[in-house]
């Protein structure tokens, strides 16, 4: 509030003195006269925050300047302090009575005259606040009903901006909408008509872009200092409005417009006055929306009288389907033939994240992603050719940025006003979770195709349903004569297919829907045996069995292997016993062949000395021969290089040593 004035009415000089230096140590004005007269005379043209007041003067007495005061309406506000020097209790009653606020006797105390003032004025404020909320308070509520009521919004946008500039102690008051990008208009002044529909470029006022930009309200209490118009008066354009304010007329967060105040001199806003402001701002916003103007008026130097008839009309037609629209679950968007937004339902709006004044700015080309412009074309001219597209995948922009996919149906249920529907929903996540589900399952399949191992998988009923390469090399059967064609039996032995089933569904064997690690025998296309070992189980879905799926590994060749390896053990082992052999019998001749020597030499010396006698000569001989046919057989064991048997008494066998010393003879 202003600094408050105090009139100081007094004949007694002193007491004059002592109330001024009392009030300005304080710091209050004050304006002091001596006279009853002279107080009638100042207030005639002056407006006091208090009056001190003496109660006995010449001329014009305290009583006849507080009568005075009471009966103008201007100082109804205004407290009266009566200063007497009297204590009678009539004076004081008389004092109430006329009208006083207060008074004070003399002499008084300097703390006591300054608290009688200083609660009187801040009464005097809180009064004046209230009375000014008041009066604010109904001047919105007369706004309101203003723009609510009022036939033409541009007749109600002049008294919203008279009113501003009278509320606000300002200049001139606008009210500006944005148009085109960069682009403002201005619909509405309470000082000249006639920029009223005059573009604007926001480049020049950067006041305005800053507040299109933000959505915020906007202080320029210096317009001649402000950073913001640096540029502006660097560019030397006059600067005619010292202080500035902006608010934002905001619909969905977005702003379509703004108040534009401007003051010649400088002014300060205090928070009510903001607020004030703000809440007017608000409400031609609402007016604004609901009036359905706001498109005409960002488009009026290219829009015709007739097209905002037609545009009016459109409106109206489209509100027979408005409950229809505001409740589906679908987004609902209404486009003219050459693809123009004219509605949009909530679901929409949501769904885009556009608010309902931005889709309405926005063609169908604006909507699509650039990379559908050739489609939007295709769908345009099918409209004129009454193709309307069903169920078809678009991508489209979102309000942050963002590309989404929508299944779009398009209908000319809207014939009747030229229009076309388009209905949609957000499938971005199914697409999304189609593509990766694609791509696992090929990525399956080539798992399943790069196994070393085959894998056929069959249905309950026993059909082939996934026959990989491993497969076809193992059974010889080509994939495509197989899937959907063959039945699983036809690979295995009769009667082993459903053997291989029942065990598969025991629990006692590797548990129910199980099998593990089987060696079994299977038939490939030409009928022959092809060893496998089998691991097989249940296709469940739901706690049901749909299907079985078999893992076979073919053991040919580990059977081919195992059989080379135990021809190469047997040769190994018949090479061992022949070396244990022919080491024995090197050991044996080794051995005997001494005694044998030393028997031979013996027998001989005996031979020689029984000369005499025949019969123990013989029996010599005899030990000689026998003991040579020993060394012979000797000679021939340390010979032997091979196993070679022959029969002996009964079934047993002994050693050839003929055949096994051959070689060692030739």
Known sequence: MDSPTVLVVDDDAVTQTHLVEVLQSAGISCTTVDSGTAALAWLAAHDPSLILLDLVMPDADGYKVLSYVRKIARFDTVPVVMVTGTHSEAVVERVFSAGADDFIQKPFSRVELLARVMGLLRSRDYLLRIRRREASQSTVLRLSQVLASTPDVRVAL?????????????????????????????????????????????????????VLESGLSLLLPDTHAHELLAGVRASGKPLPFRSSALFPILYEREPMGAIFLRAKELSVFDDYELSLANTIANATAITLKNARVVQSLRDATRLSTTARAEAERRVQLFQRYADFFESSADGIVVTSRSGQILFTNP????????????????????LFLPSHDQRTERLLKGFAEGIYPRAVDITIRTQADESMVVNVSFSSVMHEENAILLSFRDVTQERRTAVELKQTKEFLERVIDSSVDGIVSADLNGTVLLFNRAAERIFQYSANRVIGKLQVEALYPEGVARQIMRNIRNPDVNGYGRLEDQRVDMLDASGNVVPVILSASLVIDNDKPIGSVGIFTDIRERLRMEESLKR???????????????????????????????????????????????????????????????????????????????????????????????????
Request: hydrophobic share 40%.
């Open 568 to 666: 190469a053990e047997d040769e190994l082992h018949a090479r061992e016993k022949h070396a244990i052999l022919a080491e024995l019998a090197g050991a044996a001749a080794h051995e005997l062949n001494q005694p044998l020597t030393s028997v031979i030499g013996y027998a001989e010396l005996l031979r020689r000395q029984l000369t005499g006698d025949e019969k123990l000569a013989n029996a010599a001989n005899i030990i000689i021969s026998e003991a040579e046919r020993m060394a012979d057989i000797v000679r021939k064991v340390g010979k032997i290089t091979r196993y070679e048997t022959k029969s002996y008494v009964g079934s047993a066998k002994i050693l050839d040593l003929e055949k096994a010393s051959e070689s060692s003879e030739g």
């Open 347 to 366: 679901r929409a709006r949501e769904i885009t994240g556009f608010s309902e004044m931005r889709l309405v700015n926005m063609t169908l080309s604006d």
């Open 158 to 210: 002049s008294i919203v901006v008279d009113e501003l500039a009278r509320l606000m102690r300002v200049d001139r008051a606008s009210i500006i909408l944005f148009a085109e990008p960069g682009t403002g208009r201005v619909v509405a002044s309470n000082d000249d008509s006639n920029i009223v529909d005059r573009p604007i470029a926001l480049h020049d006022y950067p006041e305005v872009a800053e």
